[in-house]
């Protein structure tokens, strides 16, 4: 199989052509084509001898998936993809236009081992950790997509597939990728990075001091509820994830998002709202409610209006911001592994 083209340092592919005998300006030209032009086969490189092009062509693939199904929310404004990588593996990715902005849903992991209760993705199993490349292919797809458009790609939320920190280093790799000065250029405020609460990983991501935002899905404010959808906190508990979270937003200055999806009946009361607030109190932080979007192995439904609002009054008069998220896409599937699930049953 042909090296991915995303999954080539610079340095390295600077060499190769180093090694071919080609000018050194010449690596340069190409990786900007590539990251700044978003072209993404050789042949339309056309500042480059035809030779060249050719040869590139032969070594490296700029493709890091294709699309196996795409399906459009009947609003029209939500498209929801299921992509199939190089070697099958399968992925989702979701596009959501607004009025001022187009805002990317992408995966990290083909799959995901975390197992949450309500997720259609952990309910699957892990196929397998997505490359660098891989994640910020998907990332070159819809920035190509949209130029076509003549529209630009403005925020990137990594909450598709997979637990981002279960694949740190990679992620990381990627968010080099997109954010590098002399290629995309995307700026790192507008990335926001989903994780179930793997506490190590929020302390390297701490010390690492990025721009890049940060979300939790807490979904419950104890460890009785939490324990019951979320497997990973019998490791890591309620408290320390939330210290966890205190210190980073103390350290980095910068705003906590906690994911909250609200289940009748099961987390969704006034006496969670109050224990909620009484854990966050004091961080720089926002609550973000969505109502769970129901699940075939998961026998609980979503929180209904009032319920949802009577919670986001209770956690705004304690203090905490706190949002109600639109479900987008429910009504093509595009809530969490719901594409791939019943692309599987057919
Ligand atoms: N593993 C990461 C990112 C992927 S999931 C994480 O846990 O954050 C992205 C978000 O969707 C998480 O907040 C997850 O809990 C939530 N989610 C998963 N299935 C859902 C469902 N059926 N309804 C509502 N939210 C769901």
Known sequence: MKKLFFDTPYPEFAQTLADWG???????????????????????????PKTLREKIAGMYAFESQSTLRKVVSSSGLTEKYLFELRDKAKIEA??????????????????????????????????????????????????ELLKREEKQLTNIVVMGMGEPFHNYENLMQAMNLINDPDGFRFGERRITISTVGIIPMIEKFTKAKRQINLAISLHAPNNYLRDQ??????????????????KYANETKRRVSFEYAMIDGF????????????ILRGMICHVNLIALNPTKKYDRGGSGRAAINDFQ???????????IRLARGVDIGA????????????
């Open 22 to 48: 080609e000018p050194s300006y010449r690596a340069k030209q190409i990786h900007s084509s590539v990251y700044q032009h978003l072209i993404f086969d050789p042949a339309l490189i056309s500042n480059i």
């Open 94 to 143: 979701v596009l959501m236009r607004y009025r001022d902005r187009n805002t990317i849903c992408i995966s990290s992991q083909a799959g995901c081992a975390m197992n949450c209760a309500f997720c259609a993705t952990g309910q699957m199993g892990l196929t397998r950790n997505l490359s660098a490349g891989e994640i910020a292919g998907q990332v070159f797809y819809f920035a």
């Open 229 to 246: 959808i979320i497997p990973v906190n019998k490791k890591y508990p309620v408290f320390e994830l939330v210290e966890a979270a205190r």
């Open 267 to 278: 987390n969704d009361g006034i006496e969670q709202a109050a224990q909620l607030a009484k």
């Open 313 to 323: 009054l209770a956690l705004e008069k304690s203090g905490i911001p706190c949002t």
């Open 335 to 346: 809530g969490c592994g719901q594409l791939l699930a019943e692309y599987k049953e057919k």
